[in-house]
């Protein structure tokens, strides 16, 4: 026999007025924490600040500690000049693929499956996804992630969705790939196909954010306001145009609590685990490939035919195909190459936005077929649009500016 | 005095009178039910979510959702 | 092997009540057609081992996104498994909600009121011995971080059995 809720409530309230018993006790310091970091006026400055430290350590930590402070020595000091010198055949296409520009003398510009591709996913990417996957554990298990999507509910209503969609974007800003499994937490198909396409176009993931703040620290700013800019931008006229229904905010908002370290280093090591099985290989294979299409002409080819839609359209050299194709692959590694392409700071920034509104990597990609190919589909219908309208769109207001 | 749980200000307290036919399911299990005593802990601004108190649990509900309870104010 | 669901409402620290119960040989898996992860792990018993899953936490049997959705499929699809209902003792109520949803399913159930210690804070008493004979399953008050009560809760699994509704109305009414 089941009961109706109503039943089933006045059930419990039976049992509780002979079992429990409530008695006074006094608020503590958790308790109005809770309340003001939910309310508007305190709790978003509050906000603010948390992000802002969040984005603090992260790049102090991944770029200025381990990146720069660490691995570039490490790398460029002692394991660049050794592996070119032990790596047979120099000269031969072997050694091309592996090593690279036997003349390089940083791992940024060798460009080899073992030179730029290791020091890619260890020296850049890795402590980038892990202090972001450390700071976002920590939040999780404090309870901060409910108030944040309390006091960010009005403005993603405007795109269709509601709080909770900010645990999916920044999620995906470590990377997209949990991050499709994030959107889980949000109910109708209407809502789940903004938040993937969104995430999939908009969002750079923090291997892309790592590399972005090694390669051109002075632009890192002006991308991101593109980017947040068109997500919002787009998440409108999704919101618009995708049939369905977006329901509203109903979630409980937990009271603070100490965060456990098992907890913590479990989740830790589940995503750092995933990281490697996953985004690793993609980086060396993806060097690999792209090595190979340059060895076998394929990208000078793509690139004089691309050169007038890339120069024309979006004004940026057309030797940006080849990071283009390794976008697909993975986008740190494109930025990276990116950065290896003589340009104006101003086609820098568009090239960079354009890798990361271009296609979401093979990983997410997968990720996306996994929730269904109608909904990739329609995700890469927009994803063409969006590349399209906003990468000349980008260059539009360059023109504008006068500065290109 | 009875009003929409959308209604109420900040501070105030109130015990539920009705819940939508529809709705009293989706929040039958955070606690929120007829008959129960709450409390409005903050109201965001630009029609956005409020958050209230149930069995000293917060709840965080949408204007249009608390559009769809009704409840007596106490004074 | 036997299986064991552990279910609960979200944030009443079930993951760590998990990690407790299970040891080092935990397994993630993803549900079927969908992209809602749990866990998966082994618990040794008095006389013989179990499968213990980590269910998503829901409020009620009623899902209202995907991660409730897949809690309540995968209590439909294990209708011989015994279910260990994990809730906030200092939000009772809504945690025998669940529970109760659960029980009039025909589930065995062991009740572990964790939290135990905020409970306290909070000056909530709560009658054990009474709560156990109205709703006639193992009830354990635990402390998830600490350690407190598991061994209770890994000892009643051999006592849990399915019990009717109307049972527990009736013994309700009876008690005073």
Request: hydrophobic share 50%.
């Given at each position: 026999?089941?009961?109706?809720?109503?039943?089933?409530?006045?059930?419990?309230?039976?049992?509780?007025?002979?079992?429990?018993?409530?008695?006074?006790?006094?608020?503590?310091?958790?308790?109005?924490?809770?309340?003001?970091?939910?309310?508007p006026?305190?709790?978003?400055?509050?906000?603010?600040?948390?992000?802002?430290?969040?984005?603090?350590?992260?790049?102090?930590?991944?770029?200025t500690?381990?990146?720069?402070?660490?691995?570039?020595?490490?790398?460029?000091?002692?394991?660049?000049?050794?592996?070119?010198?032990?790596?047979?055949?120099?000269?031969?296409?072997?050694y091309?693929?592996?090593?690279?520009?036997?003349?390089?003398d940083?791992?940024?510009?060798?460009?080899?499956?073992?030179t730029?591709?290791?020091?890619?996913?260890?020296?850049?990417v890795?402590?980038?996804?892990?202090?972001?996957?450390?700071?976002?554990?920590?939040?999780?298990?404090?309870?901060?992630?409910?108030?944040?999507?309390?006091?960010?509910?009005?403005?993603?209503?405007?795109?269709?969705?509601?709080?909770?969609?900010?645990?999916?974007?920044?999620?995906?800003?470590?990377?997209?790939?949990?991050?499709?499994?994030?959107?889980?937490?949000?109910?109708?198909?209407?809502?789940?196909?903004?938040?993937?396409?969104?995430?999939?176009?908009?969002?750079?993931c923090?291997?892309?954010?790592?590399?972005?703040?090694?390669?051109?620290?002075?632009?890192?700013?002006?991308?991101?306001?593109?980017?947040?800019?068109?997500?919002?931008?787009?998440?409108?006229?999704?919101?618009?145009?995708?049939?369905?229904?977006?329901?509203?905010?109903?979630?409980?908002?937990?009271?603070?609590?100490k965060?456990?370290?098992?907890?913590?280093?479990?989740?830790l090591?589940?995503?750092?685990g995933?990281?490697?099985?996953?985004?690793?290989?993609?980086?060396?294979?993806?060097?690999?490939?792209?090595n190979?299409?340059?060895?076998?002409?394929?990208?000078?080819?793509?690139?004089?035919?691309?050169t007038?839609?890339?120069t024309?359209?979006f004004?940026?050299?057309?030797?940006?195909?080849?990071?283009?194709?390794?976008?697909?692959?993975?986008?740190?590694?494109?930025?990276?190459?990116?950065?290896?392409?003589?340009?104006?700071?101003?086609?820098?920034?568009?090239?960079?936005?354009?890798?990361?509104?271009?296609?979401?990597?093979?990983?997410?990609?997968?990720?996306?077929?996994?929730?269904?190919?109608?909904?990739?589909?329609?995700?890469?219908?927009?994803?063409?649009?969006?590349?399209?309208?906003?990468?000349?769109?980008?260059?539009?207001?360059?023109?504008?500016?006068?500065?290109? | 005095?009875?009003?929409?749980?959308?209604?109420?200000?900040?501070?105030?307290?109130?015990?539920?009178?009705?819940?939508?036919?529809?709705?009293?399911?989706?929040?039958?299990?955070?606690?929120?039910?007829?008959?129960?005593?709450?409390k409005?802990?903050?109201?965001?601004?630009?029609?956005?979510?409020?958050?209230?108190?149930?069995?000293?649990a917060?709840?965080?509900?949408?204007?249009?959702?608390?559009?769809?309870i009704?409840?007596?104010?106490?004074? | 092997?036997?299986?064991?669901?552990?279910?609960?409402?979200?944030?009443v620290?079930?993951?760590?009540?998990?990690?407790?119960?299970?040891?080092?040989?935990?397994?993630?898996?993803?549900y079927?057609?969908?992209?809602?992860?749990?866990?998966?792990?082994?618990?040794?018993?008095?006389?013989?081992?179990?499968?213990?899953?980590?269910?998503?936490?829901?409020?009620?049997?009623?899902?209202?996104?995907?991660?409730?959705?897949?809690?309540?499929?995968?209590?439909?699809?294990?209708?011989?498994?015994?279910?260990?209902?994990?809730?906030?003792?200092?939000?009772?109520?809504?945690?025998?909600?669940?529970a109760?949803?659960?029980?009039?399913?025909?589930?065995?159930?062991?009740?572990?009121?964790?939290?135990w210690?905020?409970?306290?804070?909070?000056?909530?008493?709560?009658?054990?011995?009474?709560?156990?004979?109205?709703?006639?399953?193992?009830?354990?008050?635990?402390?998830?971080?600490?350690g407190?009560?598991?061994?209770?809760?890994?000892?009643?699994?051999?006592?849990?059995?399915?019990?009717?509704?109307?049972?527990?109305?009736?013994?309700?009414?009876?008690?005073?």
């Amino acid at each position: 026999m089941t009961l109706t809720a109503d039943e089933r409530w006045d059930l419990i309230e039976k049992i509780s007025n002979k079992v429990v018993t409530f008695s006074k006790f006094k608020h503590t310091l958790k308790d109005a924490l809770g309340e003001l970091t939910v309310k508007p006026l305190t709790g978003i400055p509050i906000a603010i600040a948390v992000l802002y430290g969040f984005w603090s350590v992260f790049s102090s930590f991944a770029g200025t500690l381990c990146t720069d402070g660490f691995f570039v020595k490490l790398f460029d000091g002692h394991f660049l000049p050794w592996i070119q010198s032990v790596f047979p055949g120099k000269g031969g296409w072997f050694y091309y693929i592996f090593v690279g520009d036997p003349a390089a003398d940083n791992c940024f510009e060798a460009f080899g499956v073992l030179t730029s591709g290791l020091f890619v996913a260890i020296g850049v990417v890795l402590p980038a996804i892990f202090i972001f996957y450390l700071m976002m554990a920590l939040l999780e298990d404090v309870g901060y992630m409910p108030r944040l999507a309390v006091l960010i509910d009005t403005i993603f209503h405007k795109i269709g969705l509601h709080g909770y969609a900010i645990v999916p974007s920044i999620l995906a800003l470590g990377c997209n790939v949990p991050a499709v499994t994030a959107t889980r937490i949000l109910e109708t198909k209407k809502q789940r196909f903004i938040m993937m396409t969104l995430l999939a176009i908009f969002i750079p993931c923090g291997a892309q954010l790592g590399i972005m703040q090694e390669v051109i620290p002075e632009s890192i700013g002006i991308v991101l306001l593109y980017l947040i800019f068109g997500y919002f931008l787009f998440g409108f006229i999704l919101n618009k145009i995708t049939p369905g229904k977006s329901p509203e905010i109903l979630i409980d908002v937990p009271p603070y609590q100490k965060p456990l370290w098992n907890n913590i280093s479990r989740k830790l090591r589940m995503r750092l685990g995933g990281f490697f099985k996953i985004a690793v290989p993609f980086v060396l294979f993806g060097c690999a490939i792209v090595n190979i299409l340059y060895l076998s002409g394929t990208i000078d080819w793509l690139a004089r035919v691309l050169t007038p839609l890339l120069t024309g359209w979006f004004g940026v050299p057309g030797e940006t195909v080849g990071p283009l194709i390794a976008a697909f692959l993975r986008k740190d590694l494109a930025v990276a190459q990116l950065s290896a392409i003589e340009m104006s700071k101003y086609q820098m920034i568009t090239s960079v936005v354009l890798v990361s509104i271009y296609f979401p990597c093979v990983a997410t990609f997968v990720m996306l077929l996994k929730e269904g190919w109608k909904n990739l589909l329609g995700s890469l219908a927009v994803l063409v649009t969006v590349i399209f309208l906003y990468g000349g769109l980008i260059n539009v207001i360059w023109k504008l500016l006068g500065v290109q | 005095m009875e009003k929409k749980l959308s209604e109420m200000n900040y501070e105030e307290e109130g015990r539920v009178e009705s819940i939508e036919q529809n709705l009293k399911n989706k929040v039958a299990g955070m606690g929120i039910r007829v008959g129960k005593n709450l409390k409005m802990i903050t109201k965001h601004p630009l029609k956005g979510p409020i958050v209230i108190e149930v069995d000293g649990a917060h709840t965080s509900l949408a204007l249009s959702v608390a559009d769809r309870i009704v409840v007596e104010v106490k004074k | 092997m036997k299986k064991i669901l552990l279910m609960g409402n979200p944030n009443v620290g079930k993951s760590v009540f998990f990690n407790r119960l299970t040891g080092a040989n935990v397994i993630e898996s993803n549900y079927p057609g969908t992209t809602v992860d749990y866990t998966k792990g082994y618990m040794k018993g008095n006389s013989e081992d179990f499968e213990i899953i980590d269910v998503p936490g829901t409020f009620s049997l009623e899902p209202k996104d995907k991660a409730e959705e897949v809690a309540v499929k995968m209590l439909e699809e294990k209708k011989d498994a015994l279910v260990i209902c994990v809730i906030d003792a200092s939000k009772i109520e809504r945690g025998l909600y669940l529970a109760l949803e659960i029980i009039e399913r025909g589930y065995p159930v062991v009740l572990a009121l964790n939290m135990w210690d905020v409970a306290e804070d909070k000056n909530i008493q709560i009658d054990i011995e009474k709560l156990k004979s109205i709703l006639n399953i193992p009830v354990v008050p635990t402390i998830a971080i600490s350690g407190k009560g598991f061994k209770e809760v890994v000892l009643s699994i051999k006592k849990a059995a399915s019990v009717g509704v109307k049972e527990i109305m009736e013994k309700v009414g009876e008690i005073k």
